[in-house]
Nanobody, 124 residues
Framework: QVQLVESGGGLVQAGGSLRLSCAAS????????MGWFRQAPGKEREFVAA????????YYADSVKGRFTISRDDAKNTVYLQMNTLKPEDTAVYVC?????????????????WGQGTQVTVSS
C-alpha cells in the first residue's frame, strides 16, 4: 500500500500551463504503475494519463494527447503531470492512483491506491 498526496492545482487562464505532482509514501514506489484521472462537476471520472512501473510505457487520453505529459521520478517517489495549452474543458479535480506492478492501465478498477485530488480550474 502507498499513500498518495497530490499538489500543484490552481486557477489558470486558457492556454496556460500547470504541473501537478503526486507524492507517494513507502519504499516500493518504483513497483507501482501510476495513473492520473480527473472528474469534472456532474461527470464521471475519466482516465487522463498513466505510466508503467518501469516508466517504459505511457498512455494518454485522446483529449490530452500532445498537451499533457506524465513522468515519474522514483528517487523522489513522485509522479508528475505537466499540462500545457490548458482548455476550460480541462477543469476538474485531478486524482492520482497507483497499481502495483501494473502496466499503465487506463481502467480505474486496476488501481487500488488513490489520492484525495487537487482542483484545476481553467478560465476562458
Amino acid at each position: 500500500q502507498v499513500q498518495l498526496v497530490e499538489s500543484g492545482g490552481g486557477l489558470v487562464q486558457a492556454g496556460g500551463s500547470l504541473r501537478l505532482s503526486c507524492a507517494a509514501s513507502g519504499r516500493t514506489f518504483s513497483l507501482y504503475a501510476m495513473g492520473w484521472f480527473r472528474q469534472a462537476p456532474g461527470k464521471e471520472r475519466e482516465f487522463v494519463a498513466a505510466v508503467s512501473w518501469r516508466g517504459r510505457t505511457t498512455y494518454y487520453a485522446d483529449s490530452v494527447k500532445g498537451r499533457f505529459t506524465i513522468s515519474r521520478d522514483d528517487a523522489k517517489n513522485t509522479v508528475y503531470l505537466q499540462m500545457n495549452t490548458l482548455k476550460p474543458e480541462d477543469t476538474a479535480v485531478y486524482v492520482c492512483a497507483a497499481d502495483k506492478l501494473g502496466g499503465a492501465s487506463t481502467k480505474e478498477n486496476q488501481y487500488d491506491n488513490w489520492g484525495q485530488g487537487t482542483q484545476v480550474t481553467v478560465s476562458s
